[in-house]
C-alpha cells in the first residue's frame, strides 16, 4: 500500500482527475456551446439576408449590433448571478433553495430586461452626436426599436435556461434555440423581401423577424418550466428571500458592470470604425457576425465551468476547483486554437459569401486576420472570467477588465488606427492588446483564489 507521501508525488490521480473535469466539462459546456450559437444564427441570418439591400443597410445594422452588443453584456451579467445561484442551490440539492432561487431569478430578469430595453431606445440620439454617417442613421427607425425590444425575451429566456443548465439539462437549450433559428429563416425572408405582391419591410423586417424568433424560444422554455415533471422541485411553493433577491441583484449588478465595461469597450471599437465610413462599417459587420458566433465557445466554456464550480461549492467539494480551471483552460486553448487556423485559411471565403462589394471583401478579408490572431487570448478571458464567477469572485475580475479595455486597449486602438494612420486592421490590434493583458491577469486571479 502507498503511503500518502508518495500518493501525493504520484501525477496519476491528478491526472485521471483532470481528465474526468475535462470530460464533465465538455459534456455541460458542448449543449451550451450549440444552443448558444444557434441563437447567435440569428445574427448571421439577418447579416446574409440584409446584405442584398445593400452597404448602407448593411452598415445601418453594424452600428446598431455594435450598440446592443451593450446593453447584452449588461443584462447577461444579471443572468451569469442567477445562473452561479441556481447551481449553487441544485449542488446543496435543497428543493425549497432552487424554488426561491428560481422565482428570484425570473423576476430579476424582468425587472432589468424592461430596464435595458427602454434605455436602449432613448439612447438612439446619441448615435448624431457621435459622428456615425448620416445616410445610414436614416435608416435605423424601426430596426432599433424592434432590436431594443428584443433585449426582453432574450434576458427571460436566458434566465430560465440558467436553470436547465444548473439541472444538467443542457440539451433543452438545444433544441429551443434551434426553435428559434427555424422561425427567423423564413421570417427573416417574408418580412424583408415580402411575399407575393407585398414588398416586405425591408431592414425593419429583419429586427421584426428577430423579436419573433426569440419571443417563440422564451414561449416554449416556460412552457416546459411550468409544465415538464422534472422541473416540478423549481416551482414548488417557497417563500420570497429578500436576501436572495438581493444576492442576485447586487452581484448582477457588479458582473454586468465588468460585461458593459468589456462591451462598451468593443461598441466604442465598433463605432471608431465608423469614422471609417459605410464601407468600413460593412465590412465589420461581417466579422462581427462571424466573431459573434464563435465567440460561443468560450461563452458556452464560461458558463459551463461557472456552473461546475458553483455546483462543487455547493456540494462543499472546494478541492475540486483547481481541477476544474485547469480542465476549462485545456479545453478553451485546444478549441480556439482550431478556429484560430480555420479563420486564417478561410478569410477570403468567408468575406465573399457576405457581400460583392470589392472595398468590403478586401478590408474583411484584412480584419479576419487580424480577429484570427485574437482568438486564443478572448476564449482564455473569457473562460476564466466564468471560472471567477463560480466563486462569486467578482470585483476584482471586474476591476481588472475595466483597466485592461479602457485604460489600455482603447487609446492603443485609437493611436494606431488614427494616429499612425493603421486603419480598422490598428483598432482592432488595439483591442486585442488590451484584450491580452485581461486574460493573463484574470486567470492569474483565479488560480490565487482557488489555492486559497
Known sequence: MSSPEAAHKDPAPMLQGLWHEIGRLSALGFPIVISLAAATLIGVVDTIMIAPLGTVPLAAASITNSIIIVF??????????????????????????????????????????????AAMILFRPVLELIGQPPEVLELLGGYWTAMSLLLIPFTIFYALKSLFDAMNAAWIGVGIAFAAVFVNIPANWILIHGFGDWAGLGLVGAGLASLLSQSVALIIALIIWRKAAWTKKTRRKAPQRIAELRSQITQGGTIAIGYIGEGGAYAVAGLMIGWFGAVALAANQIVAAIGDVLYMVPLGIAIAVSIRIGQAIGADEKDRLIKIGLAALAVIISWMAFVMVGLFWSRDWLAQAFSDDPEVITLATSLFIVIAAMQIVDGV??????AARGMMDNLVPVGITMFSYWIIALPIAYYLGFVLNWGPEGVWIGYGIGLSLAAIAVTARFFIKARR
Open 381 to 386: 478571458q473569457g473562460t476564466m472570467l466564468g
Open 72 to 117: 447584452y453584456s449588461g443584462l447577461y451579467g444579471f443572468i451569469a448571478a442567477i445562473g452561479v445561484r441556481m447551481a449553487n442551490a441544485v449542488g446543496a440539492n435543497d428543493p425549497d433553495e432552487i424554488s426561491s432561487t428560481t422565482r428570484s431569478g425570473i423576476l430579476v430578469a424582468v425587472i432589468v430586461s424592461v430596464v435595458g430595453a
